[in-house]
């Protein structure tokens, strides 16, 4: 298989950049340079970009509707459209990312010129956040027990959440998805995960104080522990 499972999970973080890459990929896997001599080998691999580009769509994970070529037979006559279908999934995705970036970028400037409601962090806050997060890339990055693309989808996830990181944000979403990360880190490597975890741990109990502020919310109040209780005839147990 030309895409792997890990490879499938990664589009779900960043689906428009994630889709550029697979198209990227799929076209420099092509034997044929020329695009004329197209082979059996070629209209495999197009044939699996097709079928995981429609199946993106359809799940509504990516947000463009492009309509995809009938598929008629197995030859490789079928290559010019399949491959004029990817070019066309990827350049709608480039301008999906475009505007994609406008939105992001606006959304800063509003937040910077105070237009609408944002979470403050204190320079302290700011500073110890980014280094935490360094301290992450860096402990990710020399780490041996983790497959390699979930180490890149982690550094990926942290690159992102450092390019957006200011004084001022609008939302703490990308935060909070750290928690998720830190769950599945402690899942895959039990006892080793804990100077990860403790980090994620730190960089959490910031930002929930941040967010308590904002929130106005009695001083010193701690990050709520949600749990799950067995209830047995609708109460708690």
């Known amino acids: 298989m030309l895409f792997t499972d890990d490879f499938i999970e990664n589009l779900r973080d960043d689906p428009v950049r994630g889709t ?15 695009h004329e001599g197209w082979t059996e080998g070629d209209l495999g691999v197009l044939i699996e970009a097709y079928s995981l580009l429609v199946e993106l769509m359809d799940a509504g994970i990516l947000p463009i509707k492009v309509q995809p070529p ?42 910077s010129l105070g237009s609408g409601f944002t979470y403050e962090f204190s320079q302290g806050d700011l500073d110890r956040v980014q280094e935490l997060v360094n301290q992450l890339r860096s402990l990710i990055s020399a780490g041996t027990n983790l497959d390699k693309e979930h180490q890149q989808r982690l550094l990926r996830r942290l690159e992102k959440l450092q390019s957006e990181l200011h004084k001022k944000v609008s939302d703490l979403d990308r935060f909070w998805g750290l928690i998720g990360d830190a769950g599945v880190v402690l899942g895959k490597l039990g006892s080793d995960a804990k100077p990860i975890v403790d980090r994620i741990r730190d960089i959490a109990d910031i930002v929930w104080q941040t967010q308590s502020r904002a929130e106005e919310l009695p001083s010193g109040t ?9 209830t047995i005839g609708g109460e708690e147990a």
């Open 222 to 230: 701690k990050l709520p522990q949600l749990e799950h209780k067995p």
């Open 70 to 111: 009938n598929v008629e037979n197995g030859s490789p006559d079928q290559c010019p459209n399949l491959y004029s279908f990817v070019n066309f999934v990827r350049d709608a995705c480039k301008a999906e990312e475009a505007k994609l970036r406008v939105t992001a970028l606006r959304s800063r400037f509003r937040t």
């Open 20 to 34: 550029i890459d697979l198209c990227d990929f799929t076209i420099n896997k092509l034997q044929s340079d020329d």
